[in-house]
Structure formats: structure tokens, C-alpha cells
């Protein structure tokens, strides 16, 4: 029924995994303040405490396993006889582990770094500090995490607006709808009048009355019934 499937992701799809949100109770935001830890000016201020947050975060990552939600989401992306753009606000791998098979990284990855003097993104498993040469070119202190700060542009903009205008169906899973450009996709899509526009969340999201239909509830009992309703229509 749909042929062009584009999914938006956000922390709430990794909460059952055991990964904190942002803005929920006890979220990342209520523990650390965006200010200190995840804006290019406290890099440049306190360049250790930016590495130790993301360290922790990286390290967390060992912990925690991909739920139903990514993997009936990889199921989809393999078994959907259209496409299916999987794009994610998360920096976790889940998606990954979960099975799919192409994750548009709009907020960049934990398990990358990348060198400010050759630009070179580095796979990145364990910690990263001031000290810790660049692989490529050697330079030191050069690596920072390879995350999308407030005030720095998302990646893969021209990509994830390609898909946006091809879609018969967008679905925001996980997400509070707070912040852009993420947040307006919704809107995007309703400009060209021609996708259905599906939330799944929690609760509903700041831009819940943007979508033509909610579901609300936990994204590891609503996302595998999605993905089967959507394979069974073909
Ligand atoms: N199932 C579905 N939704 C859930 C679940 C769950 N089990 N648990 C929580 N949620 C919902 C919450 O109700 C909330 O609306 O997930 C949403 C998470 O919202 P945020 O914490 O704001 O996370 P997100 O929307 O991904 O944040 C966007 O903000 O700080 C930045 O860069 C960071 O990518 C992040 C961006």
C-alpha cells in the first residue's frame, strides 16, 4: 500500500533498551545542562568534561541490547518491497544492532570521533581524551566526539530532504518533538499533501496535533504491530 516509507526516530525507541531520554524524568537533560556538555563553546571551555559525558555514554553502550522496536524496524527496512529511510536523532547504535541494514545518523554516532585538523571520522570504541593522538594525521589535542551539538548544523540534511518529498509515509517514533529540524519534518511532509504522517510515542509530542494519526504507548508493543500491519498489506 505504501511504496516510500521514511521512519524518524528518537530516544523514546531506546528507553526500553535502558538508554536515558532527554526530557523525561530523570532524563539527560534534568542530570547535565545542554550548556555544559553538548554545545561547541563547552568543548572549547572544558574540553575533558565534554569527552568524560560522551566516555560514559560510549562505555554505556556495551550495556544495553537492541528491544523490538529496532528490530522490527530492521524487519521492515528488509522485507518491505518499497524503501524504507531509517532516520535516527539517536546516537546509540541499536538500529544497527537491531538489524538494519542503513541508519541516516542525523545527530552523528557515540562510536565516532573525528579529527578537527584532518576531518577524518574515526570508528571509535573505547575513550577519547585530550591526549589521545588522531590516528590519521597524528595531532593532538584534535579529536571530539563525532555528535551533532546544539547550534551545529545536522548532517545529511539534502539526503533526509530528498527522501522527505518522495514519502507516502512518515512515521515519528520515540521523539518529544522539541528540537529542529527534526521537529519540522512533520510539517515538511504535510506541505506536499501527499503522505500519510503516523506518530508513535509515549505520550503525545509537542507536534502531535501535526500528525494525521497518533498511537500512543510503548514503542516495543506499537512498533512491531505497525511493521506487521505494513508487510501484511504488501
Ligand atoms: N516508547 C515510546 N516513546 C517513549 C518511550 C517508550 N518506551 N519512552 C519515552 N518515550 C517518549 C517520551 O514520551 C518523549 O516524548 O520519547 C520521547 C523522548 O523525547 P526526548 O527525551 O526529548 O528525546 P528526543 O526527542 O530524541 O530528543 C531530540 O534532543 O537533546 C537533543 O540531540 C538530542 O537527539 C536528541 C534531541
Same mark, same amino acid.
Given at each position: 500500500?505504501?511504496?516510500?516509507?521514511?521512519?524518524?526516530?528518537?530516544?523514546?525507541?531506546?528507553?526500553?533498551?535502558?538508554?536515558?531520554?532527554?526530557?523525561?524524568?530523570?532524563?539527560?537533560?534534568?542530570?547535565?545542562?545542554?550548556?555544559?556538555?553538548?554545545?561547541?563553546?563547552?568543548?572549547?571551555?572544558?574540553?575533558?568534561?565534554?569527552?568524560?559525558?560522551?566516555?560514559?555514554?560510549?562505555?554505556?553502550?556495551?550495556?544495553?541490547?537492541?528491544?523490538?522496536?529496532?528490530?522490527?524496524?530492521?524487519?521492515?527496512?528488509?522485507?518491505?518491497?518499497?524503501?524504507?529511510?531509517?532516520?535516527?536523532?539517536?546516537?546509540?547504535?541499536?538500529?544497527?544492532?537491531?538489524?538494519?541494514?542503513?541508519?541516516?545518523?542525523?545527530?552523528?554516532?557515540?562510536?565516532?570521533?573525528?579529527?578537527?585538523?584532518?576531518?577524518?571520522?574515526?570508528?571509535?570504541?573505547?575513550?577519547?581524551?585530550?591526549?589521545? *593522538?588522531?590516528?590519521?594525521? %597524528?595531532? =593532538?589535542?584534535? +579529536?571530539? #566526539?563525532?555528535? /551533532?551539538?546544539?547550534?551545529?548544523?545536522?548532517?545529511?540534511?539534502?539526503?533526509?530532504?530528498?527522501?522527505?518529498?518522495?514519502?507516502?509515509?512518515?512515521?515519528?517514533?520515540?521523539?518529544?518533538?522539541?528540537?529542529?529540524?527534526?521537529?519540522?519534518?512533520?510539517?515538511?511532509?504535510?506541505?506536499?499533501?501527499?503522505?500519510?504522517?503516523?506518530?508513535?510515542?509515549?505520550?503525545?509530542?509537542?507536534?502531535?496535533?501535526?500528525? *494525521?494519526?497518533?498511537?500512543? %504507548?510503548? =514503542?516495543?508493543? +506499537?512498533? #512491531?504491530?505497525? /511493521?506487521?500491519?505494513?508487510?501484511?498489506?504488501?
Amino acid at each position: 500500500m505504501y511504496e516510500n516509507i521514511v521512519i524518524l526516530t528518537g530516544a523514546g525507541i531506546s528507553a526500553e533498551s535502558g538508554v536515558a531520554t532527554f526530557r523525561d524524568n530523570g532524563g539527560l537533560w534534568e542530570q547535565h545542562r545542554i550548556e555544559d556538555v553538548a554545545t561547541p563553546e563547552a568543548f572549547q571551555r572544558d574540553p575533558d568534561l565534554v569527552q568524560h559525558f560522551y566516555n560514559l555514554r560510549r562505555a554505556q553502550l556495551g550495556t544495553v541490547d537492541p528491544n523490538n522496536a529496532h528490530k522490527a524496524l530492521a524487519k521492515l527496512q528488509g522485507q518491505h518491497r518499497g524503501t524504507v529511510t531509517l532516520i535516527t536523532q539517536n546516537v546509540d547504535d541499536l538500529h544497527e544492532r537491531g538489524g538494519a541494514s542503513s541508519v541516516v545518523h542525523m545527530h552523528g554516532e557515540l562510536k565516532k570521533v573525528r579529527c578537527l585538523s584532518c576531518k577524518t571520522v574515526h570508528f571509535w570504541e573505547g575513550d577519547c581524551d585530550q591526549k589521545t *593522538a588522531c590516528p590519521a594525521c %597524528g595531532g =593532538a589535542p584534535s +579529536l571530539r #566526539p563525532h555528535i /551533532v551539538w546544539f547550534g551545529e548544523m545536522p548532517f545529511y540534511m539534502d539526503d533526509i530532504e530528498m527522501a522527505l518529498s518522495d514519502c507516502d509515509l512518515f512515521v515519528s517514533i520515540g521523539t518529544s518533538g522539541n528540537v529542529y529540524p527534526a521537529a519540522g519534518f512533520v510539517a515538511s511532509v504535510r506541505r506536499l499533501g501527499r503522505a500519510h504522517t503516523l506518530e508513535i510515542n509515549l505520550e503525545p509530542s509537542e507536534g502531535a496535533t501535526m500528525f *494525521a494519526e497518533c498511537r500512543h %504507548g510503548r =514503542a516495543g508493543d +506499537l512498533v #512491531p504491530a505497525f /511493521v506487521e500491519e505494513i508487510l501484511a498489506a504488501g
